[in-house]
């Protein structure tokens, strides 16, 4: 498999978790933690349903990784999520020394790797992650565009 067919695949998981948040009246993130060609970790957004303002996706998707690992540092790993990460996000992916993270679509509103700022390249870090974007982009900006059109 070529790395790109790597990362369609893994994000297609990411879109299934995606889906799920749907059933739960969630917002359609998704987000999978994969380590050696494996999924160690999966989450999507929770926020409502757990009363937990940091049950994003990728932060659930993370937790349960480390928990697989035993460890709260996830050197290795590489995060695929369905939405641009937010701030705090970023934050939790340095701070588990995430190696590699995969993104769909951009967050205009929220998104801290290039929409609102560019937090993985202007602030200080002990820790570089590499970024790949745009992959399965349509499906994962039309997941998310649908949700809220059917709640306007």
């Known amino acids: 498999m070529t790395s790109s067919s790597i990362d369609i695949r893994y994000m297609h998981a990411a879109l299934d978790q995606a889906r799920l948040a749907v059933s739960f ?84 509103k929220t998104g801290a790797v290039e929409s609102t700022c560019r937090a993985l390249e202007d602030f200080p870090h002990n820790h570089d992650i590499a970024v790949s974007r745009g992959v399965l982009e349509k499906q994962c900006k039309c997941l998310v565009q649908t949700f809220f059109k059917v709640r306007r």
Do not use: F, K, W
């Open 25 to 108: 009246d969630e917002v359609p993130v998704g987000a999978v933690v994969v380590y050696q060609n494996e999924i160690i970790g999966r989450g999507y957004n929770q926020p409502r349903t757990l009363a937990d303002p940091t049950a994003h996706a990728e932060v659930v998707a993370i937790r349960a990784a480390c928990l697989h690992e035993n460890n709260y540092r996830l050197p290795g790993v590489t995060v695929y999520v369905t939405l641009e990460p937010c701030l705090m996000c970023i934050g939790s992916l340095i701070h588990a020394r995430v190696a590699r993270l995969v993104y769909g679509a951009t967050e205009p």
